[in-house]
């Protein structure tokens, strides 16, 4: 099979189901913007926003290590063995911690009055930590059925429980004491733990998903093998720097708002950059699915003869995508933004900043493989390095002046200069000849349309919408101009063989 179509069927079976639960998912940040303001929702999105550092570190590059080793080992068996055993004792250890000192920690964040938060949060990243391997092991089985499937049970569960908590179990409650199902409710249900009832929606979910898994969890203790293990060890740590950088360049714009600003307006500004931070759901949907499916196609293309040429043309189709997807999301903003509260609708100008910023990460994604295959994954830990000592400067110098904007402008800015970099020591050490002309044009052709819809602004409604959809249209047929001698080329050698 032609190696891009066999990845563009790889993330559509990864992506199609999980994006279309996703979607789902995503209803939750409408639901979390009216059931509760911004201060409440800047709490959710702080406690998220350090979930994610931990969840790097739990975890400590040994997914990527595990594709890396896996492909060229004689025994799967003990590679698997060796990498989950060690994520086993490290997150029941990381557990027991949390458990004993959760008063402590709670204090630590700030949230004194909340030490049940600690909790859930430390079982759910034991949780989740347990699950990486073997949702690794799938992805390297090329299980994508399965993966996906697990996957929207976790997102299905964790919808289904919210709307529970925060929806069907307060609309019981107030119904008149004669309803005994009303009186039951009004037992155990308090409407003022609306946040601890999000986290225990996420903590079940991932307790179900774990008890699928069961199988794929199942390794025999003789297989494992400590000099495996420091293999995987030794290429996993930089990658483990590399991702704590990484989410610090993702998350720690959240951190530093709520720290940096003033406490009575801190968790305003954070509950709107967060909410508007999902607006960009297309992009992040096809980023993670398009990750799911590219980091093992990666190595195993890696020693084709034709696997620079396989890695061009991937970039060009994915920057090709996520062009349309952000000017599919920029041409009819003024209906996506329905997805979040109007109160929180006010942060809009932070959006196609946050798009773009994603688009530079998405790259930057597709060029890493020059690092990963050459073994050199210290210089993926530089990079991220580089990245967060922008996002920290940045952030620093801007929020006190622009609020959670100058978190935008140093995200973008961040993920820019890792792109750029990594473009640049990638031609010095694994050069690839990526279609720059394409890049260049399907990307630059987006954002001028962007630009246009400036124009467009005293319109009404109706009248911008059909503009755009016109505009929508031209891109298309642009880009199908241009394709279309190569989609027919890629025809023609398919009959051939």
Request: glycine content about 6%; charged content about 15%.
């Amino acid at each position: 099979m032609n190696p891009l179509k066999k990845l563009a069927g790889q993330t559509a079976i990864y992506g199609l189901p999980s994006i279309v639960l996703r979607i789902v998912g995503y209803f939750l940040t409408p639901l979390y913007t009216r059931v509760l303001d911004e201060g409440n929702y800047g709490a959710v999105v702080y406690m998220y926003s350090l979930v994610a550092f931990f969840n790097v570190i739990l975890t400590y590059g040994l997914e990527t290590a595990f594709f890396r080793f896996i492909n060229g080992s004689n025994d799967k068996r003990k590679v698997y063995a060796s990498a989950f055993t060690s994520l086993f004792v490290s997150s029941l250890l990381f557990l027991v911690i949390v458990l004993l000192f959760s008063r402590s920690i709670s204090e630590i964040v700030d949230y004194q009055s909340h030490k049940d938060w600690i909790v859930y949060f430390g079982l759910i990243l034991s949780l989740d930590a347990l699950s990486a391997l073997p949702f690794a092991r799938l992805r390297s089985e090329n299980k994508a059925s399965r993966f996906a499937l697990v996957k929207s049970v976790n997102i299905l569960v964790n919808v289904l429980f919210n709307l529970l908590f925060l929806i069907a179990l307060p609309a019981i409650a107030k119904t008149s004491d004669s309803n005994p199902f009303g009186y039951l409710v009004r037992l155990f249900y308090s409407d003022q733990s609306k946040i601890s009832y999000i986290f225990i929606s996420n903590l079940i979910a991932s307790l179900i998903t774990l008890f699928m898994l069961r199988n794929e969890m199942r390794i025999k203790l003789q297989d494992f093998d400590f000099v495996i293990l420091k293999k995987l060890l030794r290429y996993g740590v930089p990658l483990l720097f590399a991702g704590l950088a990484g989410i610090a360049n993702e998350t720690l714009d959240r951190v530093l708002l709520r720290h940096m600003l003033p406490e009575n307006v801190a968790s305003i500004q954070l509950g709107i950059y967060g909410a508007n931070y999902k607006v960009a759901i297309l992009i992040t949907l096809f980023i993670q699915a398009y990750r799911y499916a590219a980091e093992p196609f990666f190595f195993s293309q890696a020693k084709n003869v034709d696997a620079k040429k396989t890695y061009s043309q991937m970039m060009t189709y994915f920057v090709l995508i996520i062009s349309f997807l952000f000017l599919a999301t920029m041409l009819y903003l003024d209906v996506v933004m329905y997805l979040i509260g109007k109160p929180f609708r006010v942060g809009q100008p932070v959006v196609p900043i946050l798009m773009l910023a994603n688009i530079f990460l998405g790259i930057y994604v597709n060029l890493s493989i020059w690092y990963k295959l050459t073994n050199q994954t210290v210089f993926g830990m530089l990079l991220s390095f580089g990245g967060a000592f922008v996002t920290i400067l940045l952030n620093v110098l801007l929020i006190p002046k622009m609020g959670y904007m100058g978190s935008g402008w140093a995200t973008f800015a961040c993920y820019f200069v890792m792109m750029v970099l990594s473009y640049y020591f990638g031609q010095k050490y694994y050069p690839v000849r990526y279609n720059l002309r394409k890049i260049v044009l399907y990307l630059g052709l987006a954002l001028f349309l962007y630009f246009i819809t400036f124009l467009t602004d005293d319109l009404d409604l109706i009248n911008r919408l059909v503009i755009h959809t016109i505009m929508m249209v031209f891109y298309l047929m642009v880009v199908l101009i241009i394709e279309f001698p190569n989609l027919k080329r890629h025809k023609q050698s398919e009959n051939s063989l």
